[in-house]
C-alpha cells in the first residue's frame, strides 16, 4: 500500500518564477492538505482540498493556489517566488476533512528559491 | 481559536532515561489532540492522537502522553529513550492545522 507520494524532491527556482509541486494521496484517502515548514519551524497549514474544491485556507497569499484532480491527486502552485518562499512544503492526505482524521504526510518536496 | 506551545526548543536526555515533552494547547472547544515526529530529511510520522476517549494516549514506539484538562496540556513521555529516539517532534491540536514550533531531541550515548 503506497503512501503519500511527492514530486519533484528537490527543486530550485529563482525569485520572480512559478513552481508546482505534487501530491499523491495514501490510498482510500479523498483529502489532501498542504504545509510549508520553514528551516527550523513547524508546519504552517497552507490549504485543504475535498471534493476538488478548497475547503480550508491558512494565512498565505493568493500567490499559492492548489487543485485537486478527480483521482484525489493535488498540485500546489506558487507564483512571483520570494525568497521567503524557500521551505519544506509537505502534502498530507486523510480518510475525511473533519477534524480528528489522522493525516499521513509525504516526504516533503524541498524548494529553493535563489 | 487553537493553537499549541511546545515548551524548550532542544532537549537532551542520556541514553535509558526518561524523555519528557511539553506541549500546552489552547482550544475554545474540546480539542483533538497529535504528537508527530520528525527524522532529518523526511515528512512527518504519528506518535499517537487524543480524540476524548482516553486520557492516557499510548503510540508507537513506546511513548505516550496525558491530556490534563486543568493544565491545558498534553506532554510526551517515554520511560526509556533510544538513540534511535533522536528526532524533531512537533504536538499538533485540532484538525493538525495548528502545529507547535518543535521540539528536538537529543539522545546522549
Known amino acids: 500500500d503506497a503512501g503519500v507520494t511527492q514530486s519533484p524532491t528537490h527543486l530550485i527556482k529563482t525569485r520572480g518564477q512559478q513552481v508546482t509541486l505534487r501530491c499523491s494521496p495514501k490510498?482510500?484517502?479523498?483529502?489532501v492538505s498542504w504545509y510549508q515548514q520553514a528551516l527550523g519551524q513547524g508546519p504552517q497549514f497552507i490549504f485543504q482540498?475535498?471534493?476538488?474544491?478548497?475547503?480550508q485556507r491558512g494565512n498565505f497569499p493568493d500567490r499559492f493556489s492548489g487543485h485537486q484532480f478527480p483521482n484525489y491527486s493535488s498540485e500546489l502552485n506558487v507564483n512571483a517566488l520570494l525568497l521567503g518562499d524557500s521551505a519544506l512544503y509537505l502534502c498530507?492526505?486523510?480518510?475525511?476533512?473533519?477534524?480528528?482524521?489522522?493525516?499521513?504526510f509525504g516526504p516533503g518536496t524541498r524548494l529553493t528559491v535563489l | 481559536a487553537q493553537s499549541v506551545t511546545q515548551l524548550g526548543s532542544h532537549v537532551s536526555v542520556s541514553e535509558g532515561a526518561l524523555v519528557l515533552l511539553r506541549c500546552n494547547y489552547s482550544?475554545?472547544?474540546?480539542?483533538?489532540l497529535f504528537w508527530y515526529v520528525q527524522y532529518p530529511n523526511q515528512g512527518l510520522q504519528l506518535l499517537l492522537k487524543?480524540?476524548?476517549?482516553?486520557?492516557l494516549v499510548k503510540g508507537i514506539n513506546g511513548f505516550e502522553a496525558e491530556f490534563k484538562k486543568s493544565e491545558t496540556s498534553f506532554h510526551l513521555t517515554k520511560p526509556s529513550a533510544h538513540m534511535s529516539d533522536a528526532a524533531e517532534y512537533f504536538c499538533?491540536?485540532?484538525?493538525?492545522?495548528?502545529f507547535g514550533t518543535g521540539t528536538s531531541l537529543t539522545v546522549i550515548p
Open positions: 482550544s475554545s472547544v474540546p480539542p483533538y
Open positions: 490510498s482510500g484517502h479523498d483529502t
Open positions: 498530507a492526505s486523510s480518510a475525511r476533512p473533519g477534524q480528528g482524521y489522522t493525516q499521513y
Open positions: 482540498y475535498y471534493e476538488e474544491e478548497e475547503r
Open positions: 499538533a491540536v485540532q484538525a493538525q492545522f495548528y
Open positions: 487524543y480524540t476524548s476517549a482516553a486520557t
